[in-house]
């Protein structure tokens, strides 16, 4: 069975609140994107098999992909094993929840394999068990997510941007991310305004409200970050963000012409560039 994992952005995060468990309480909204890996799911006789066009990925316990299959077939009692091919196209370390979107896939594809006739709600809940932005992925819809990534409403897009994405070479560990963030004020939204600009289709809105609360820290893990997006800025871009832990950058623009010219001046770097859109419901 093939089916595409989607990456996504963050249109906004703010940290609200610290949890005893050491999680942090988000506000974010949430956006999938036009660039996927390309995952393959197929039944085998026993045990879990990972393979990747990346040889760098692990193929064990370390794989969300592979904590996906294992809690599933554990959790449904699953007498056959799966064999799981990942064509990886979605940085790593990247903000871009590369990692999580290939879990979901697995738990969306094994449902379907093995006809285990779970809704959407409840792969979601089952995917919060391994990691937090895996609800997310699963429901694949432009959203307002709460909690620490369980808690979805979708909410409708108008909004209509070509975005490009720049990833520096290095790469931030959400945690390493997370353990290092400074207090924020949680008395002030900073994420309302952002769901009405998207709801309402309000880009002048949108592209003064782009904010994330991790942005600062990541920063001090991979300065290129604020160089980027100095340079997304004079090239002419409204606005950019970092998205998730980083360290990718984002930056929004109604015109091609500012898109390519962004496109053509980091293709010369060492930085992975993309070209891409918001997607509002995966199929
Ligand atoms: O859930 P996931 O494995 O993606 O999270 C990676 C790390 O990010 C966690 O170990 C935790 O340190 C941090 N995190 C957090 N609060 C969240 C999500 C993640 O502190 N809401």
Redesign the pocket.
Known sequence: MKIKAYAKINLGLQ?IG??DD?????DMVMAPIDLHDLIYVDKIKEGIIIESNNPTMPTNEKN?AYRAAKLMIERFNIKSGVKIQIFKHIPTQAGLAG??ADGAAVFIAMNKLFNLGLTKNELAILGSE?????PFCIQGCVSRVT???ESIRKINNNINCKILLIKPKKGV???K???S?AASNFDISYIDDIEAAIVTGDYALLKKSLYNDLESTSTQFVPEIMDIKNQLLDIGFDACLMSG?GSTVFAITKDDSILNAGYTHFKKSKCFVRKTSIINEIE
């Open positions: 940290v610290k949890r050491g999680y942090h309480e988000l969300i990692g999580s391994i990691g937090s932005d895996i909690g620490v990534g560990s959400t945690k991310a997370f353990t963030i832990s």
